[in-house]
């Protein structure tokens, strides 16, 4: 399943850089993530199925796939395998941080002279918190 959210992030790389003018890497321990610096008009940031043998999606979705497939050598019928059980679910693309408070700066007990904030919001299953902070201070 890990490959399989690794070739999931790969299709949706695509779709943001189809999709926005301008994007920027965060690094994760697969490659790099991207994220848009701003979204074109009539953007598609809809879903995007997880890659599985019993994939149904719209043809811009299938074409991203099979490129992607490509690239990593790949073809669907791969992914029927006695040890794993892949299902084709949709996954949001656009995570937005829900019930996001930031607290006052205030001093750093751990770095001197320094300032520190708190932030805490909520995330959707299967989204990462520390993605997420990288892309809001790395942008």
């Given at each position: ?16 850089k ?110 990462y ?11």
């Amino acid at each position: 399943s890990a490959y399989q959210s690794f070739i999931w992030n790969e299709c949706v790389k695509k779709v943001v850089k189809n999709n926005s003018d301008g994007v920027f890497g965060i690094p994760y321990e697969a490659g790099k993530l991207t994220f848009p610096v701003k979204w074109k008009p009539g953007a598609k940031l809809s879903t995007f199925p997880l890659v599985a043998p019993d994939i149904k999606a719209p043809e811009w979705q299938m074409d991203i796939l099979n490129e992607v497939l490509k690239m990593e050598g790949m073809t669907l019928p791969e992914f029927v395998t006695d040890q794993h059980f892949y299902i084709a679910r949709e996954r949001e693309m656009l995570v937005v941080p829900q019930g996001l408070a930031v607290s006052p700066a205030e001093d750093d007990d751990l770095k001197a002279n320094k300032k520190k904030i708190t932030l805490s919001f909520a995330l959707s299953k299967g989204s990462y918190a520390t993605i997420i902070l990288k892309a809001l201070f790395e942008a």
